[in-house]
């Protein structure tokens, strides 16, 4: 059983692959007392992307030290996959910033996340690696793409969740526009696009982040139906969506910054 690894705090930099490294996908599964589900989801994306041709990838569950050690569950699944990698963290919270964790010590050229309560099919990785193979810079799961959807969300949350998105389009609207779902928490990116830019995630987020600070230059949507969670208590908060929007307005400030110092 390998080393349980701490993540660093400091500054959120993805650096270069290292360059040793053969991995083709890093996915990194951000975990927050998730011991019920964490066993089901790393199996089923660990079958999906080991049924990829030639692909060598590495699964990273980066864990907020979890109440009911979500990362012991976790790390006792090393012992049967391989590419399994577990990171306790320890004095920082957020699943934000747990990504951008989980990316500074990924071997992988393309960097991918998704949820770890079976909320995001595994099998959609398959093609959202095909979208990366074909060279974008950024391939998305989508909701509201043709064929996506979310399964039995209650009229409150689709309510909430179609006015988080508008109130994106009327705080940043030249960021928000410029996916379909830039809610999604299920997509890969390539490496080479985040490399030494400083990241500053708020929440739950993290697409807008990098939408928001980092120059894509393609990207693709795939679409995908939102499960319901089988297990587990959901972590939607009023507090969510305050960071949401609190998010949104920094990166608001960011971008006007740019549009003075560019004038």
């Not at 959120?12 to 589900?37: C, F, I, K, Y």
């Not at 050690?69 to 699943?95: F, K, M, N």
Request: aromatic share 6%; net charge positive.
């Amino acid at each position: 059983m390998p080393v349980l690894e701490v993540a660093s705090t400091g500054p959120l930099l993805v650096g270069p692959r290292p360059s040793e490294s053969s991995v083709d996908l890093s996915m990194v599964l951000p975990t927050s007392n998730e011991a019920q589900n964490i066993t089901a989801v790393v199996e089923q994306l660990d079958a999906v992307l080991d049924a990829i041709s030639n692909l060598r990838y590495e699964i990273i569950v980066v864990d907020d030290d979890s109440e009911d050690r979500t990362w012991d569950h976790a790390l006792g699944l090393t012992e049967r996959i391989s590419c399994l990698r577990v990171i306790r963290r320890q004095g920082e919270r957020g699943l934000s910033t747990a990504v951008v964790r989980g990316w500074q010590l990924a071997q992988g050229k393309i960097l991918g996340v998704m949820d770890a309560d079976l909320q995001h099919p595994p099998d959609v990785a398959a093609k959202l690696w095909a979208e990366m193979a074909c060279g974008v810079d950024l391939a998305v799961a989508s909701r509201h793409t043709p064929g996506g959807g979310v399964s039995d969300w209650k009229f409150r949350r689709r309510i909430i969740s179609r006015s988080a998105q508008l109130a994106g389009l009327v705080l940043l609207p030249e960021v928000i526009a410029k996916v379909k779902d830039p809610m999604s928490g299920y997509f890969m990116i390539r490496r080479s696009t985040l490399e030494q830019r400083e990241l500053r995630p708020l929440g739950y987020k993290i697409l807008i982040e990098l939408l928001g600070r980092v120059p894509v230059r393609s990207i693709s949507e795939v679409p995908y139906t939102f499960r319901e969670r089988a297990d587990g208590a959901s972590k939607v908060t009023s507090k969510i969506y305050l960071e949401y929007v609190h998010h949104l307005i920094r990166l608001r400030v960011v971008s006007l910054n740019r549009l003075f110092r560019s004038g």
